[in-house]
């Protein structure tokens, strides 16, 4: 189903798909990869403009879920109300996860993606158009603007 029109992270205009069950809305290696994108483009130096909540700044290869929560996700979801995937999705049949991922919000965004990169190889879950198989995982997939 689609929704409102925003602007997401990259500047774009994008039309938000409602997938109503979160459980539904899993995060594809490339959607993943392209936040990851957005979080490097926004750097100068080598250091990003945001800093964590004890005031470091934050480096792009040390961007933990917390930091992306907070700085990129927050952000682009406001005006919407919406999961990130629900923001970036252009088929929302497509973000069916097919796995559920456990990991700690402490560890870097990129760490998480090399982890995806090597379960998809070890289960071939690589779809013929290379964009991988919808993974779940919280903090992309539920709405951060409503409580639990």
């Given at each position: 189903?689609?929704?409102?029109?925003?602007?997401?992270?990259?500047?774009?205009?994008?039309?938000?798909?409602?997938?109503?069950?979160?459980?539904?809305?899993?995060?594809?290696?490339?959607?993943?990869?392209?936040?990851?994108?957005?979080?490097?483009?926004?750097?100068?130096?080598?250091?990003?403009?945001?800093?964590?909540?004890?005031?470091?700044?934050?480096?792009?290869?040390?961007?933990?879920?917390?930091?992306?929560?907070?700085w990129v996700i927050k952000p682009a979801?406001?005006?919407?109300?919406?999961?990130?995937?629900?923001?970036?999705?252009?088929?929302?049949?497509?973000?069916?996860?097919?796995?559920?991922?456990?990991?700690?919000?402490?560890?870097?965004?990129?760490?998480?993606?090399?982890?995806?990169?090597?379960?998809?190889?070890?289960?071939?879950?690589?779809?013929?158009?290379?964009?991988?198989?919808?993974?779940?995982?919280?903090?992309?997939?539920?709405?951060?603007?409503?409580?639990?």
């Amino acid at each position: 189903m689609s929704g409102r029109s925003t602007k997401i992270p990259d500047g774009k205009v994008a039309e938000i798909q409602h997938v109503p069950k979160t459980e539904e809305r899993g995060i594809a290696l490339r959607q993943l990869k392209a936040l990851l994108a957005f979080v490097h483009a926004s750097a100068t130096e080598g250091q990003l403009p945001w800093k964590r909540r004890d005031g470091a700044w934050i480096q792009p290869s040390k961007i933990n879920l917390y930091d992306c929560t907070a700085w990129v996700i927050k952000p682009a979801t406001r005006h919407a109300q919406c999961s990130y995937v629900e923001l970036v999705t252009e088929d929302p049949v497509s973000q069916k996860p097919k796995w559920f991922v456990s990991h700690a919000w402490s560890e870097p965004v990129s760490t998480f993606a090399l982890c995806l990169e090597q379960h998809g190889r070890l289960r071939d879950l690589e779809d013929k158009a290379g964009a991988g198989k919808a993974h779940e995982s919280e903090a992309k997939t539920r709405r951060q603007h409503q409580g639990y």
